[in-house]
């Protein structure tokens, strides 16, 4: 069965105060692996989608790497606005469709 | 840009009441699914259709959950006899399969269910 573990559960920054968050995950086959974010009462906000090791992806403040057991979101000099839970999501090539989710990283950013 | 639409946006219903909500896909994607959210956890996978096929149902899908997506277009989620445990956030997404990228699924707002 996939499973994906987000670490650390919640993070809270300083503005300007670059940080990763961690996700691990086991899967027969990767497909995929794909980050969201979510912003309270509203759907995910697809980010960045992942294919093979050592693929990197970047947009704005935001640099997602994967290796073949893990995937970090890098944060660089993070802004107010990018405080909301960050969502990692696998789809197994055993599995076709469907994305099987962590519990997320609920990140805020102060002044 | 047309996302994903969904409709309502919230209910509230008391128990053992029927509930259906809709998810209009991307223009063109043929791929629909439904996932469920609770409070402090990640979507859960329900269902799937490429067009009107359904092609996959969670074991999460009791026989009181039914969808459909007649015409390959707009979906709806009914929920029978509802039950407190049935109180999350209902999602949908769409993609385009077929295409690298296709794989993305695009979520739309959700339907926040409370039920009493």
């Known amino acids: 069965e996939d499973q994906v573990t987000q670490s650390p559960e919640a993070l809270r920054l300083q503005e300007g105060e670059s940080s990763s968050l961690n996700c691990s995950y086991t899967?027969?086959?990767?497909?995929?692996l794909f980050w969201y974010r979510q912003d309270p009462g509203k759907g995910p906000e697809f980010l960045f989608t992942l294919y093979s090791a050592g693929e990197e992806k970047e947009k704005e403040r935001l640099k997602a790497t994967l290796t073949k057991k893990e995937s970090f979101l890098h944060i660089t000099a993070p802004k107010p606005e990018d405080s909301a839970t960050y969502l990692c999501?696998?789809?197994?090539?055993?599995?076709?469709?469907?994305?099987?989710f962590g519990t997320g990283t609920r990140l805020q950013v102060t002044l | 840009d047309t996302g994903v639409s969904q409709n309502p946006r919230h209910k509230i219903t008391k128990r053992g009441q029927n509930v259906t909500f809709r998810c209009d896909p991307i223009?063109?994607?043929?791929?629909l699914y439904w996932y469920r959210q609770t409070l402090g956890q990640g979507p859960e996978f329900l269902t799937y259709?490429?067009?009107?096929?359904?092609?996959?149902k969670s074991r999460l899908l009791s026989d009181r959950f039914s969808a459909e997506r007649p015409k390959g277009s707009f979906s709806t989620l009914e929920i029978q006899r509802t039950e407190q445990g049935d109180s999350a956030m209902y999602l949908c997404?769409?993609?385009?399969?077929?295409?690298?990228?296709?794989?993305?699924?695009?979520f739309g707002p959700g339907t926040r269910l409370l039920v009493l």
């Open positions: 223009s063109e994607h043929n791929r």
């Open positions: 899967v027969s086959g990767l497909r995929g």
């Open positions: 259709f490429q067009n009107e096929a359904q092609l996959e």
């Open positions: 997404a769409s993609s385009l399969v077929g295409d690298r990228d296709g794989e993305t699924q695009y």
């Open positions: 999501a696998v789809q197994d090539t055993g599995t076709a469709s469907k994305l099987t």
